[in-house]
């Protein structure tokens, strides 16, 4: 991802865990929603505690990260 895209991803990733606490389906869906707003359809996302993930996506549309220590969150455009 280029820096804008990743800055505005990561804030969009931290918004949606902070509104939505435990709820990681609402969370996974606002992130989902938000990012295919800004980027065009086609957006996945995963948020949850101890999860694998095997995944096919288009080049530089691919964001993992951790927040709050053990939540796991994966974007990605396919």
Do not use: R
């Amino acid at each position: 991802m280029s820096e804008e895209m990743k800055a505005e991803t990561v804030e969009v990733i931290i918004t949606a865990c902070e509104k939505f606490g435990t709820d990681y389906f609402a969370a996974a869906k606002t992130v989902k929603q938000m990012l295919d707003k800004k980027y065009g359809p086609q957006w996945n996302a995963v948020v949850g505690e101890a999860f694998g993930i095997q995944i096919t996506h288009q080049t530089n549309t691919l964001m993992y990260m951790f927040f709050g220590g053990n939540l796991g969150i994966c974007a990605w455009k396919i």
